[in-house]
Every structure is written in C-alpha cells, then in structure tokens.
C-alpha cells in the first residue's frame, strides 16, 4: 500500500462474531491500516458510524445467519454500499453456512470464512488491489491471543470453543460453526491473563454452548467447564465473570459441580440456559436432547443453592406442528420457573434446515402466541425486579448508557442505571442503592466507591 487505507467493521449478530471483528480490527490496526466501527477505543478507532461514504476505503460485513431478519439487514447493508461504490468484503457465518451464495449474491465479492479472520489483513489488501479472494476454508486457525480492539475496553469476550454436539432441526448456524472444537485450557488461561494485564474486568465465556466444553478433548470431568471456570477464579485480580449460553442436556452432566462454581464471589450469579419449548413433543421434533422437566430441575437446583441467580432462557413460539396444547406447556413452564431474561422468538423457516420440511405454523398464529408470551413474561420480569428495591448491590460499572447515564452490573448480573456525575467511569467498583426498577432494568444510586 503506497498510502494508509481504512477499513469500516459492520457487525452483526451473536458475542462470538463481535469477538472475531474485534480480532480483525487488531489484525488490520497492527498491519497498517485505520478501522472504523460502531465501537472502540482512543488508538485510532473512532468511535463513531462512518459520515460519509468518503470515510473509508474498505468495508468488512461481518454475518450472522441464526434468524432471516439477521440476513434481511446484511442483505440491506450490502445492497447500500455496493451501490456506494464501496469495496466491500463480507464475513461471517452467511456465506460458510451458505456456500453457494459466492456464486450468486457475493460472486465476485472478497469472502472471510469464520475460521479465517487471521487472513483478513491480506485478503483486504487484495481486494483493495482488486484482487477477490474467497476463503471459506475449514482448516483450523488459531484464534486465541490474537491482537484485539475491544468494544469496551474492560470487557473482554472469551471464547473457549467453536461448534457444538447438537443438531438442532431448525438451526443454520451448525452449518457455519460445524461439530465441536474445544480450545485448549492453556491457551485459554492465556487470553484471560493477558487480558486481565491489559485492564479488562469483566469476562464474557462465550461459545456456541459453553455446556459441552471439553467433551471433545478431554476425558475426565475435571477438565470440563467448571475446572476450566475454577482454574480463572484462582486468578488473582480483580474481575467478574459471566458465564454465556450452555445447553441443558450438557448442564445436566455437570450441574453439581457448575453450582459449586457459581458461589465464588467473582463469579457473576446469571445462567443462560435456553429450553426453546415447554411441550416434550416440540423438543423432540427440534432435537433438544432433554425433555421440559430436566430444565425445571435443573432451574430449581441453582435457585435452592444460590437464591439470588438471574435465570435467562430462549424460547420459540409457532414451531412447525406447535399446537395450542404445546404453546401453553410453555406458557406454564415460563409460569412456573419465571424467568429473569426471556429471549422471545417466533420460528422462521431458514432454509437447508430439517425444520423446512415440517408441516409450517401460519405466521398470524405465531404472532398472536408471541405477543401473549410477552405480556406474560413482562409481568414476570416487572414483578421480579421490584424486589430489588431498597437493596444495596456491589456492582460493576460496564457500559456507558444514554442521556448522560452509566450501565452498572450487580453480582446478579443485573442491568442497573445510574446517573453520571463525572465521579464514576466504566470500570469501576461501586456500592449501588437500588432506588426503582422497570420490566428491563433496575435505576439506583451510588452510595460508595
């Protein structure tokens, strides 16, 4: 390159693809080149959309294609910068789960596979040179202890694994990720070291289901997820860690140790553990290897042991062959675990998947249930959080709010909003007095540092 070029990272989708951009934005940075993204830190990322089509030279698409709507905005965002002119290069999991794409939409577009980030500083200089390379490729690259641009600059995304064991009929993602490939716990330790020395403090554990890590690799279950948990709680320092997404057929086989675990003080009480349907028909059709009552028990088990654990769960509704009968096991099962967090979709066809085959629900249906199930969990989950009122919570200041506010996080994980005084920045450690609280969030005040 005869002149510094920038590049622009759009990013959609899950943790996972927002920790690869930010791979890819310390890959460029340390090749050279300048990065723009809706995220950042002072050197050199400006934090901020890109103004003008004259911003940049280069954009990266980085896809998700777990929903239609994920691909819907790809597709928009696309479309706009191509007809910008814009040179354009697109990773992600679109075009690995959909390969033949690269032959119709991205035919002559650069392609970043999403076991190929490490290539994306010269399959960008190619493709500013007017070189298109399309790299989807699955041999295995390493993508832990990379250079990184974090979104904040104290949260660090942590992934322990790529794929996983299921095989879930109405999954596309399988199709990019692939089987399960767990990362070595030392390399692991290493990213969290070195992360923690660099000033994060807070730890995302993310994967496509943390539950199974290690089932691959490892032999003995002390070398599964809550000795891999154990060995960052021994880490001296001071930090949070929040456990991502695990599934509950794997959280069954490690449930009493996981509990254990989630009594360290560092340790953030929040478990994310999607049951999708509450009827063992659904299940069985979706293949989720358990039935409704293992993630009731399982539920119950933290609760009892840590009472002060948020419950976050995922949910399907209009589900191909999804009765009446079926909606309302689910509207009893949400009922009767009450959830913290309801991820609340309706079923959408994605195409290639087994689920396209079955006898589909009309859309109306599953609109109607969707909005019943919402009015249900919102009741819940105001109810829930005007318990907290009036309670004192150590939490940690992570994220920057709008109209002059700051995003704290309680031992419980919490989403608490305070106002900013100048005082207090993202990173610090507060006492916080819980003063209301809404269906989304606690608000509070800072009692002390």
């Not at 295995?140 to 942590?158: C, F, Q, S, V």
């Not at 994980?413 to 900013?420: E, R």
């Not at 269906?439 to 540092?449: A, P, T």
């Amino acid at each position: 390159m005869t002149s510094k070029k920038t590049v622009y990272i759009k990013t959609f989708g899950c943790s996972l693809n927002q920790t690869d951009s930010e791979n890819m934005a310390g890959i460029l940075l340390e090749a050279g080149f300048d990065v723009i993204t809706n995220y950042g830190t002072p050197n050199h990322i400006w934090m901020k959309m890109p103004e003008s089509k004259k911003d940049f030279d280069v954009v990266i698409i980085n896809t998700c294609s777990v929903k239609n709507l994920a691909e819907s905005k790809f597709l928009k965002e696309f479309k706009m910068w191509k007809n910008a002119g814009k040179t354009i290069v697109v990773a992600g999991c679109i075009p690995q789960a959909d390969p033949e794409i690269l032959e119709t939409t991205l035919k002559g577009i650069p392609v970043i596979g999403t076991r190929q980030i490490v290539h994306v500083a010269e399959i960008v200089k190619d493709a500013i040179n007017g070189k298109v390379v399309q790299n989807i490729s699955n041999d295995y690259n390493e993508r832990l202890n990379l250079p990184k641009i974090r979104k904040t600059g104290i949260i660090e995304i942590l992934p322990i694994s790529e794929g996983c064991l299921s095989n879930c009929t109405y999954c596309k993602t399988k199709f990019a990720r692939g089987e399960l490939l767990s990362y070595p716990k030392e390399k692991i330790l290493l990213q969290f070291k070195n992360a923690l020395s660099s000033g994060c403090k807070e730890f995302w554990i993310t994967s496509q289901d943390n539950g199974c890590y290690g089932f691959d690799i490892y032999r003995k279950e002390k070398y599964f997820l809550p000795q891999l948990l154990n060995d960052m709680l021994k880490i001296n320092g001071d930090f949070k860690i929040r456990l991502g997404m695990a599934n509950p057929d794997h959280i069954k086989r490690i449930k009493d140790d996981l509990i254990e675990t989630f009594k360290h003080p560092k340790m953030y009480k929040f478990l994310h553990i999607p049951v999708q349907s509450g009827s063992n028909k659904i299940l069985k059709l979706m293949k989720r290897m358990y039935t409704a009552k293992d993630y009731i028990d399982i539920v119950n088990d933290f609760k009892k042991n840590i009472p002060e654990i948020t419950i976050s769960t995922d949910i399907i509704v209009g589900f191909p062959e999804e009765s009446n009968e079926d909606f309302e096991e689910s509207v009893k099962l949400l009922k009767e675990t009450k959830p913290d967090v309801l991820n609340l979709s309706r079923f959408w066809l994605r195409k290639g998947t087994a689920a396209e085959k079955m006898k589909q629900i009309e859309g109306g249906i599953s609109k109607k249930r969707s909005e019943k199930m919402k009015k249900i969990f919102d009741k819940i989950a105001e109810q829930k959080n005007k318990q907290w009122i009036g309670k004192y919570c150590n939490s940690l200041i992570d994220e920057i709010g709008k109209n002059n506010t700051l995003i704290a996080r309680n031992d419980s994980y919490k989403q608490i909003i305070i106002k900013n005084d100048g005082k207090n920045k993202v990173g610090d450690f507060v006492k916080i007095k819980i003063t209301d609280s809404g269906v989304y969030d606690l608000r509070g005040e800072i009692i002390s540092n």
